[in-house]
């Protein structure tokens, strides 16, 4: 079957073939049946496909966030320091990033939703096996979270594409918001959840094993419910008159698409700084409370978890909150101006730096203060996520949007949250002076006051990506695929290629 062939890689893994049928006959009528809609997919089905890929979104980042929810636990049980402890995110988040670009590849050419099941259940099985690595090797844990990377890798670039076929302009962005609320939502809970299963059976092996089994269930949903719908086609610009490019034409395209690129290495600040919040925020919390004597140290290798499970609450609400006030703002503000989304990114970077700065500074003196300021930080930080993901889609084409955010997603993990785990940690034991209390605590804070930096910094790249989003996205709703291929015209007694329509009259 030929790429430009609309069927193939949009039939449903198992089809319904009633869907296709025309009018029925009923009594020798004819019964007029309603309109399909452009993109194949009838509406029930198409939201029962946003909530399913947001229930798998929410899993996603629940099983990313449980291991920072018992961290604690991870480095008494194996014995290890700050260094190697960030290391359980940056293996995970550097096969997770790798693996994109081939994942995003097969996105933009395959069946979607069938690369996804394979990936979750890949990812579940593995989580599952990582549960029980012995303490003699921690090289294991470390190999396990790498390979649960290549799960995630085949969900989250492909997941936003099957939403921006089935919706257009308000109502992708409305389901672009619910489906991106699973991000903090998902991280909180798997604080939460990892925190207190591991609470509850005095063991944290036990909080890895919640993940895989909600994980086969997401697979029965996809396999099931869930169908592939037409690539571009509710844009009315179907993919068979969208002719696909080649990668590397795709990869020259995204290069000089200035607000895709800018907007990512914004999109790379708010991953390092919440990549460094994500495992490290509790931990730091707990030793601030230590230092100050509110908290007895961790006994027998089992330490308190109150922290994990309030920083998970305050992850969940400021996350909703973040999420929907950004999108409102956003909305309101296009009435004015159609540099709006940038802005608002930008906006939201800038106001969370200080917060977190004074969240950081504030531990050691008080902790509702600190508590205080980590709700306003992730509130404003959390306001770029539905927004940065509909800029992608609305300044990119439909036949390059899973390449597009497999790259995003390479950029954003490469420079932000795949190395800022580590880099914390290293920072962190490089400025520890002794093994007390007292700098336990004092060398995370020293270190953790680099996330305001770091936003500072992603505040200035959606600034600039203000300057290039109506171009770009004038540019991209008005592409028109040429599928001239060049012939050979003789000019002079030489061969000369030129397109096809310059010589048709």
């Not at 025309?22 to 004819?30: D, S, V, Y």
Request: proline residues 5%; negative net charge.
């Amino acid at each position: 079957m030929s790429p430009a062939d609309p069927t193939s890689d949009s039939t449903p893994f198992f089809s319904d073939d009633s869907e296709a049928e025309g009018p029925e006959e009923q009594g020798g009528a004819a019964v007029p049946r309603e309109e399909e809609p452009p993109s194949g997919v009838s509406r029930v089905r198409a939201l029962l496909t946003v909530f399913i890929l947001c229930y798998i979104n929410l899993l996603n980042y629940m099983d990313r966030f449980t291991v920072a929810g018992v961290l604690p636990d991870i480095e008494h049980y194996f014995g290890i320091d700050d260094g190697k402890s960030g290391l359980l995110q940056t293996v995970f988040i550097c096969s997770y990033m790798f693996l994109a670009p081939f994942f995003g590849y097969l996105g933009d050419r395959y069946n979607r939703k069938i690369i996804m099941s394979v990936g979750i259940a890949f990812w579940s099985l593995v989580t599952l096996a990582s549960s029980y690595t012995p303490r003699e090797h921690f090289w294991l844990l470390l190999l396990t979270r790498g390979l649960v990377g290549v799960g995630e890798a085949s969900y989250s670039t492909i997941a936003p594409t099957i939403i921006a076929d089935l919706y257009v302009k308000g109502k992708r962005t409305n389901m672009l918001s619910i489906f991106y609320f699973a991000i903090p939502v998902g991280s909180g809970l798997g604080y939460i959840v990892g925190s207190q299963v591991g609470y509850i059976a005095q063991d944290w092996h036990w909080a890895l094993r919640v993940t895989p089994a909600l994980g086969l269930i997401a697979v029965i949903l996809l396999l099931f419910v869930v169908q592939e719908p037409k690539r571009g086609a509710i844009e009315a610009r179907p993919e068979h008159h969208l002719h696909r490019t080649s990668w590397l034409t795709d990869l020259q395209a995204l290069s000089r698409n200035y607000s895709f690129v800018l907007s990512t290495l914004g999109f790379t600040a708010v991953a390092f700084v919440t990549g460094s919040l994500a495992l490290w925020a509790p931990t730091f919390l707990l030793r601030a409370a230590i230092f100050t004597g509110v908290k007895a140290p961790c006994v027998d290798g089992h330490c308190s978890s109150s922290d994990s499970l309030i920083f998970g609450a305050i992850t969940c609400v400021t996350g909703v909150l973040g999420v929907a006030s950004g999108v409102q703002v956003s909305r309101q503000l296009r009435k004015k101006t159609a540099r709006a989304d940038p802005l608002v990114c930008a906006a939201g970077l800038l106001l969370s730096a200080p917060f977190l700065y004074l969240a950081i500074v504030f531990a050691e003196s008080s902790t509702i203060a600190t508590y205080v300021f980590i709700f306003l930080g992730e509130t404003f930080l959390s306001m770029n996520w539905a927004i940065v993901a509909d800029i992608l889609l609305y300044v990119v084409v439909p036949t390059r949007r899973s390449t597009a955010e497999a790259f995003q997603i390479v950029i954003a993990h490469l420079l932000g949250d795949a190395g800022s785990p580590y880099l914390i940690g290293v920072v962190s034991d490089s400025l520890r002076r002794s093994d007390s209390f007292l700098w336990q605590f004092r060398s995370l804070q020293l270190s953790l006051l680099l996330c305001s930096f770091a936003a500072v910094v992603g505040g200035a790249f959606f600034l600039a990506t203000a300057l290039f989003i109506e171009r770009d996205r004038d540019r991209a709703e008005n592409y028109v695929s040429t599928d001239d291929e060049p012939i050979v015209v003789p000019s002079s007694g030489r061969s000369t290629r030129v397109p096809v329509s310059s010589v048709l009259i």
